[in-house]
């Protein structure tokens, strides 16, 4: 069974050790929580790992451990006429990515342009982030849909994006370190 919201939430934060992610404080009671914080939080046994699940409207992502875990990253998403639920796999995963805007990024944002020949190098200032995961569609195809860093932490849980999921650069950086390639990626339906 796949984990829903519901199941996903359902115990709230549990200890994750000082050396997976530092920023981590000791468990603390739901209503103490930071939206803005990872965790580690408890799923429904038998949740497959290595999987990742994205909840829109509480800008979330999930990603599966071994023995019902699951690591909560705060995430930006697409702009809701741009979010494309269904089911991907990460078949490529890229350090300071390179970026190139697709025609209809373009035709949105006209300043993309000066990117539509050459793609913008990877670095500091490249709208992808540190990190990015590739997901396409499991018949195969690049969806042109990731899930990245970013140079905007100021985003995150918010609706600003061209179709992908965003985390800020150092928790883009620990899901890249965690996601092994094949991993499938469910990115649920905007409800509001």
């Not at 992610?21 to 939080?41: C, G, L, S």
């Given at each position: 069974m796949l984990p829903?919201?519901r ?15 530092p920023?981590f404080?000791?468990r ?8 803005f ?10 949740t497959?790992?290595?999987?990742i699940?994205v909840?829109?409207d509480?800008?979330?992502l999930?990603y ?10 705060p995430v930006g ?11 991907y ?8 990515p390179?970026?190139?805007?697709t ?9 993309y342009?000066e990117?539509?020949?050459?793609p913008?190098p990877?670095g500091?200032?490249?709208?992808l ?21 970013t ?5 995150i849980?918010?609706r ?5 999921a965003r985390?800020?650069?150092?928790y883009?950086?620990d899901l890249?370190n965690?996601?092994?390639?094949g991993?499938?990626v ?5 409800r509001?």
């Amino acid at each position: 069974m796949l984990p829903n919201r519901r199941n996903v939430l359902l115990g709230g934060a549990s200890l994750l050790s000082a050396s997976a992610m530092p920023a981590f404080a000791a468990r603390q009671k739901d209503e103490e929580i930071d939206p803005f914080m990872a965790r580690v939080v408890r799923v429904a046994k038998g949740t497959p790992a290595n999987h990742i699940y994205v909840y829109p409207d509480d800008f979330a992502l999930y990603y599966t451990l071994e023995d019902g875990q699951a690591i909560y990253y705060p995430v930006g998403v697409a702009q809701r006429h741009l979010w494309e639920p269904g089911t991907y796999v990460i078949k490529a995963k890229k350090e300071w990515p390179t970026w190139k805007p697709t025609e209809e990024m373009i035709e949105r944002e006209p300043k993309y342009a000066e990117w539509a020949e050459e793609p913008m190098p990877g670095g500091p200032n490249n709208p992808l982030g540190a990190r990015a995961l590739y997901l396409f569609y499991p018949n195969g195809g690049d969806s042109m849909l990731r899930i990245h860093g970013t140079n905007a932490p100021r985003t995150i849980r918010t609706r600003v994006s061209n179709g992908c999921a965003r985390l800020i650069n150092d928790y883009a950086i620990d899901l890249y370190n965690r996601v092994q390639m094949g991993a499938v990626v469910h990115l649920h339906p905007m409800r509001t």
